[in-house]
């Protein structure tokens, strides 16, 4: 079982900046394929970035693409986003995902808000 904890949303201006964290427990993430979704309320969940741990091309949607950038730091088996020129259409919960062999795993979500 991989236990996901996010942090680091809040409240940010039109064209501000915020880092949101993800804390991996329970295994190793190593060889996980990892990522971040959002929900703005009242739609579905959306695919933001991808990688996996281990290595390998990132992924990103073409709506949050040169503005946001996913990392990781395998001492801490940590994921971070990244995320600047925030909109206020970036507003929502934002999800850290993992999966290994088509299993997913989520974390509870942080919520977002960028003010006009």
């Known amino acids: 079982q991989v236990q996901l904890v996010e942090s680091g949303g809040g409240l940010v201006q039109d064209g501000g900046s915020l880092r949101l964290s993800c804390v991996a427990s329970g295994r190793t993430l190593f060889n996980y394929k990892v990522g971040w979704f959002r929900q703005p309320t009242g739609k579905e969940r959306e695919f933001l970035t991808s990688i996996t741990w281990s290595g390998g091309s990132i992924n990103y949607a073409d709506s949050v693409k040169g503005r946001f950038t996913i990392s990781m730091d395998n001492a801490k088996n940590t994921m971070y986003l990244q995320m600047s020129s925030l909109k206020p259409e970036d507003t929502a919960v934002y999800y850290c995902?993992?999966?290994?062999?088509?299993?997913?795993?989520w974390g509870q979500g942080t919520q977002v808000t960028v003010s006009s």
């Open positions: 995902n993992a999966q290994l062999i088509g299993v997913p795993y």
